[in-house]
């Protein structure tokens, strides 16, 4: 399944989420710091979305109160509750 996100409060303006079933195949985040995005991208690859979830939900960027890997959380819960 592909599914699509617009991101808030971020610099990244879209993220795409490839997943079958519970399991992340790929991520692609469109936009913000091409280094952090792309390596959040490949390390939650293969992994199970609560674990991501787990590990991501939370983090902060500077003072905007969420992040990249914060709203790729959001992007995994809506995920999970469409499924």
Same mark, same amino acid.
Request: proline letters at 4%.
């Given at each position: 399944?592909?599914?699509?996100?617009?991101?808030? &409060? =971020?610099?990244?303006?879209?993220?795409?989420?490839?997943? @079958?079933?519970? $399991?992340? !195949?790929?991520?692609? #985040?469109?936009? %913000?710091?091409?280094?952090?995005?792309? &390596? =959040?991208?490949?390390?939650?690859?293969?992994?199970?979305? @609560?674990?991501? $979830?787990? !590990?991501?939900?939370? #983090?902060?960027? %500077?003072?905007?109160?969420?992040?990249?890997?914060?709203?790729?959380?959001?992007?995994?819960?809506?995920?999970?509750?469409?499924?």
């Amino acid at each position: 399944m592909e599914y699509r996100f617009v991101p808030s &409060g =971020v610099c990244s303006r879209e993220m795409i989420i490839e997943t @079958d079933g519970n $399991i992340i !195949k790929k991520v692609n #985040i469109i936009g %913000g710091c091409h280094g952090n995005t792309q &390596g =959040v991208s490949r390390l939650v690859e293969g992994m199970k979305i @609560d674990d991501v $979830i787990k !590990k991501l939900k939370g #983090i902060p960027c %500077g003072n905007k109160g969420t992040s990249c890997p914060d709203q790729l959380t959001k992007a995994l819960e809506e995920i999970k509750s469409k499924q």
